[in-house]
């Protein structure tokens, strides 16, 4: 894993993810959590979400192995990660990434840009 940005040149210095390499998604919104984080707490730990979650690859559910952790990003206040093992079946594309939590689901057309040529990092 070299935490480089996944894209096709866009920022500057990103590249596609590869089918089976651990994606980092982050976003906001998604509840409370265990150990519990006060509002504006920079927690020095990860706390994991405690409401239901999924997370959704061109409208396909991962399995729930594929999530490997969903819950606070440790040090930033009120701002949440998604880590997920992308599937090894993933070909060269776009696929579109939305994650479900108690039922909302996030905004559509936000993508991850795979090469299935590429060797992992």
């Known amino acids: 894993v070299d935490f480089s940005v996944v894209g096709r040149g866009d920022p500057a210095g990103s590249r596609p993810a590869v089918p089976g390499e651990v994606v980092i998604?982050?976003?906001?919104?998604?509840?409370?959590?265990q150990p519990p984080v006060g509002t504006g707490e920079l927690p020095p730990f990860a706390a994991s979400a405690l409401l239901s979650h999924r997370v959704f690859l061109d409208g396909q559910?991962?399995?729930?192995?594929?999530?490997?952790?969903?819950?606070?990003?440790?040090?930033?206040?009120?701002?949440?990660q998604v880590n997920i093992v992308l599937p090894e079946?993933?070909?060269?594309?776009?696929?579109?990434?939305?994650?479900?939590?108690?039922?909302?689901?996030?905004q559509a057309g936000v993508v991850i840009a795979v090469d299935a040529n590429l060797e992992e990092r």
């Open 89 to 106: 079946s993933l070909g060269t594309g776009d696929y579109e990434v939305r994650v479900e939590v108690s039922g909302a689901l996030s």
């Open 25 to 33: 998604l982050f976003g906001t919104g998604f509840g409370p959590t």
């Open 61 to 80: 559910e991962l399995a729930p192995e594929q999530v490997l952790y969903f819950g606070q990003a440790p040090l930033f206040a009120g701002l949440h």
